[in-house]
């Protein structure tokens, strides 16, 4: 079955570490996103990828970075810098605009706190 | 893309009864897009709706656009418990990502 698939489920970051979160999706989407979700909060869109090896920043990009080296893959790296990166971290993937608007399909997301 | 404003903000019925919630938004549209959220779980689309469309159906889901007043609604009939979530609509624009609000909170009381 085609899907996307978040890892791990659950993250534990120590202060001052970098960590990494996976996401892989075998629909043949062209676009991947990441978005972060507070509690209670809408979803705040971290950086967004219409193509392999090409990305743009979101409204909250900075203390992350990413890679698309690629088409089914878009990990998220929460770097030091990201000084409260406890949250829930969703990453996405859908068609581009004209290849047929179907909507967005979510991986179940990955849950990241800081000790 | 442009945010979605849902409302209200928390909805709690009981169930067999429906589930109605709002969605406003400011620019015109090409098509706008509902989605459910259950506790600690991704989004999962759920209907799609095209600014030539007034209303569409799927299972227990009903969605109209208005867009003369910028506004849509879902409309979930006979609530079970299992509809408990939060829901949100979001309408792409051009190549930009879509922007998701707060969402409507809908406990369905068994």
């Known amino acids: 079955d085609g899907g996307i698939t978040q890892s791990p489920k659950y993250l534990f970051r120590k202060e001052g570490q970098n960590v990494t979160l996976s996401c892989e999706q075998n629909?043949?989407?062209?676009?991947m996103y990441w978005y972060r979700q507070d509690p209670g909060q809408g979803l705040r869109l971290i950086y967004y990828?219409?193509?392999?090896?090409?990305?743009q920043k979101g409204d909250i990009a900075e203390g992350y970075s990413v890679s698309r080296e690629k088409k089914e893959s878009f990990p998220l790296t929460v770097t030091s810098a990201q000084k409260n990166p406890t949250a829930f971290y969703l990453c996405?993937?859908?068609?581009?605009?004209?290849?047929?608007?179907?909507?967005?399909?979510f991986g179940s997301g990955t849950r990241l706190t800081v000790v | 893309s442009q945010q979605g404003e849902e409302d209200p903000q928390a909805l709690s019925i009981q169930e067999g009864e429906n589930a109605t919630m709002n969605c406003s938004y400011k620019?015109?549209?090409?098509?706008l897009q509902w989605y459910r959220q259950n506790s600690g779980r991704g989004l999962v689309h759920l209907i799609l709706?095209?600014?030539?469309?007034r209303e569409k159906h799927s299972g227990r889901l009903r969605v109209t656009l208005d867009t003369s007043k910028k506004s849509s609604s879902l409309l979930i009939t006979a609530s079970r418990a299992a509809d408990t979530a939060s829901y949100f609509c979001?309408?792409?624009?051009?190549?930009?990502?879509?922007?998701f609000g707060k969402g409507t909170r809908l406990s369905v009381i068994a």
């Open positions: 996405a993937s859908s068609n581009l605009p004209g290849q047929g608007g179907h909507g967005y399909t």
């Open positions: 620019t015109s549209i090409n098509n």
């Open positions: 709706i095209r600014s030539n469309e």
């Open positions: 979001a309408s792409p624009s051009g190549n930009t990502p879509l922007v």
């Open positions: 990828s219409q193509i392999v090896n090409d990305f």
């Open positions: 629909l043949n989407h062209d676009a």
